[in-house]
């Protein structure tokens, strides 16, 4: 084979090469020319979507429902150190003021933004208990900041200024709030099952509060459980502590459904209010809004290996049309 055969033979395999790279590049155009083509199509449509605006229409009645707020675990007189709880949180006399000012500065500014939208004329307050830490450990009666007599009067002192807060406030028409005392407050060794209410320094404080306060509705119950009936709805509010929780899958949902299904066999409740585990949540599917604390994260928290959770507590929003609808924390810290 010559020269020029080699070089009419590499020009045909040029050629080839050349034909093959075109067919590619062609199918590539006309798969291109496809998808413009369905672009193109999709526009179309597109264009001949008629958009219809939105006109809102204010209705000409204001639905009307109802603000919980959930007030437990100040545990007025405790003291933790950052030391303790490896500086997550600290809690002292002058905290425990700030806090409960923001609480209920924090709650009016809550009210006042559901307030827009749905008309709440009642507050329905339930004041679950441990505002006292109280002597019901050895150790308390070195770390804690004061005796509790002394936290019966500061509680006292500071529930005041935030109780006339509120009503200067001026947009809730009535108050009402169900009072229930915690473990941590009582007088006796051991909880009584029977009158617990009146051997805790709770009693007093809310006592006090009732006879400084007549304008307020009170509701002082010397038992363990207390139901109030609002809007075809049965909301049952106590500190928690009969509820056991010892650790395990499902965390505290578990107890805290399993008690509810028990005692609903006595009265059934749309809703339970509890406070004791010093953690917030909203429990839709255990019809329970759980309540946390003001003095937050301690020791006793750290050792257990527990998560931290900010001082906070609950509100829940109770549209008498549509049930239980808006839950919004108070926080209490900046």
Not at 279 to 292: E, F, H, I, Q, V
Not at 322 to 332: A, M
Request: charged content about 25%; proline content about 3%; hydrophobic content about 35%.
């Amino acid at each position: 084979m010559n020269i020029k055969e080699i070089e009419e033979l590499i020009e045909k395999w040029h050629k080839k090469e050349r034909e093959k790279e075109y067919k590619e590049q062609i199918k590539f155009l006309i798969q291109e020319n496809e998808k413009l083509k369905r672009l193109l199509a999709i526009n179309e449509k597109l264009n001949e979507i008629k958009v219809v605006p939105i006109n809102y229409t204010k209705s000409k009645g204001q639905d009307n429902g109802c603000l919980i707020a959930l007030l437990s675990d100040i545990h007025i007189e405790k003291h933790i150190s950052k030391t303790s709880t490896n500086n997550i949180n600290e809690f002292n006399l002058d905290i425990a003021r700030k806090r409960l000012e923001r609480y209920f500065i924090n709650l009016v500014k809550i009210h006042e933004k559901h307030n827009r939208d749905i008309k709440l004329d009642t507050l329905l307050f339930g004041w679950l208990g441990d505002f006292i830490h109280g002597l019901i450990h050895e150790e308390y009666m070195k770390t804690n900041l004061l005796t509790p007599p002394e936290a019966v009067i500061f509680a006292v002192e500071i529930l005041t200024s935030g109780l006339e807060y509120l009503l200067n406030y001026k947009k809730i028409k009535e108050i009402i709030i169900v009072c229930k005392v915690g473990n941590h407050s009582r007088i006796t060794e051991k909880i009584f099952n029977d009158e617990e209410a009146i051997f805790s320094y709770e009693w007093v404080i809310y006592n006090t509060l009732k006879n400084k306060f007549p304008m307020i509705k009170w509701i002082l119950e010397n038992n363990y459980l207390t139901y109030v009936n609002i809007a075809n709805k049965t909301i049952r509010f106590h500190h928690g502590h009969q509820v056991k929780y010892y650790g395990g899958i499902g965390g505290i949902y578990i107890p805290i459904n399993k008690y509810r299904l028990r005692i609903d066999q006595h009265i059934r409740a749309d809703l339970n209010c509890i406070g004791h585990f010093h953690s917030s949540d909203w429990m839709r599917n255990a019809k329970t809004l759980l309540n946390g604390s003001v003095c937050g994260f301690d020791a006793y928290t750290l050792r257990k290996g527990y998560e931290p959770e900010p001082p906070m507590q609950q509100t829940l929003i109770l549209d008498y049309k549509r049930g239980f609808t808006i839950n919004t924390p108070i926080l209490l810290e900046q």
